[in-house]
């Protein structure tokens, strides 16, 4: 029996539900129930009938979960993949920020562990995040911790004072205008789709911006049949399955987030068999991260 069978085999078994993001290797998409975006997999988790769930991707994707679904038990393949941007916001700069202004939302991109959750207001993804702040009755906004997301939101939300904070997403970060520049020359019939965690240079040379999901969507329903693609190359596997016709690059070499690429069908296999590693979070850390992402849900409506 080979890795595959085996995993098909163990997950009927012992009733688990698998879901991948898309910047994991294809091999790993490939054997998932369920393919998508952090957030948008996190709810599904509470949708399905199984008890126990195998999430292929980075800890703060766990944790939500694992957040959303606290009955649920939470394995990762690799609980040491982990999110850079994740931890880049201090909780004494949380706690400083609502000194200075006592109106403030602190507005957590759902890219953040749960301890900075639980310190926020409402959670916004790359896809609902102008939609949430909008809905605010606060006028000022910590929007924490992705600086580009952030100046992105700030620009469509101009009615809005925003405090920025300095993180970001290091694979995004790299991606620059000279890289554009290059790769507009190679390929100059391709359409540029581009992440809301890129620097605002390369938003503004972009035919469109939009999150993972909304990148898939974008190209699939697109008359172009080529496309220069400003996120981490995981995602190709997904627009590659729905887009045979179409071709896709990347802006530079090497988008790729080490993190995500920690997690492989032998780690899927071993996690299965073992049962762990799981997502362990006490129960008021789940009811203070949750409160955050209630509110998401609502706002998004």
Do not use: W
Not at 122 to 130: D, G, K, L, P
Not at 209 to 235: H, M
Request: proline residues 5%; aromatic residues 8%; glycine residues 2%.
């Amino acid at each position: 029996m080979d890795k595959i069978q085996k995993i098909r085999r163990l997950k009927k078994e012992k009733d688990v539900v698998i879901l991948a993001h898309y910047y994991v290797d294809g091999q790993v998409q490939a054997l998932a129930d369920y393919v998508g975006d952090s957030f948008a997999l996190s709810k599904l988790a509470a949708t399905v009938e199984h008890h126990n769930i195998l999430f292929c991707g980075v800890r703060f994707m766990g944790e939500s979960a694992k957040i959303l679904n606290p009955e649920k038990t939470v394995i990762m393949p690799d609980i040491t993949a982990d999110c850079p941007m994740a931890h880049m916001v201090e909780i004494e700069k949380i706690k400083e920020v609502r000194q200075m202004f006592p109106d403030v939302a602190v507005v957590c991109y759902v890219n953040s562990t749960a301890e900075i959750k639980s310190y926020s207001d409402v959670c916004v993804t790359s896809s609902n995040a102008i939609q949430v702040v909008k809905k605010l009755p606060n006028k000022d906004i910590f929007f924490i911790p992705d600086n580009h997301l952030a100046q992105y939101v700030a620009k469509q939300v101009p009615e809005k004072h925003f405090i920025f904070n300095d993180g970001f997403c290091p694979i995004h970060k790299e991606i620059t205008k000279q890289h554009i520049e290059d790769a507009k020359k190679k390929h100059p019939k391709a359409l540029l789709l581009t992440h809301p965690e890129c620097m605002q240079e390369v938003l503004e040379a972009s035919d469109f911006i939009g999150s993972t999901s909304e990148i898939i969507d974008y190209a699939s329903t697109s008359d172009c049949k080529e496309f220069l693609i400003a996120t981490e190359t995981g995602v190709f596997y997904e627009l590659q399955q729905k887009n045979p016709e179409k071709i896709f690059y990347s802006v530079r070499d090497n988008q790729i987030c080490p993190d995500m690429k920690k997690i492989t069908v032998d780690n899927v296999l071993t996690a299965l068999e073992r049962f762990e590693p799981e997502v362990v979070m006490d129960a008021e850390m789940i009811e203070k991260a949750n409160a955050p992402l209630v509110q998401m849900l609502e706002l998004a409506k």
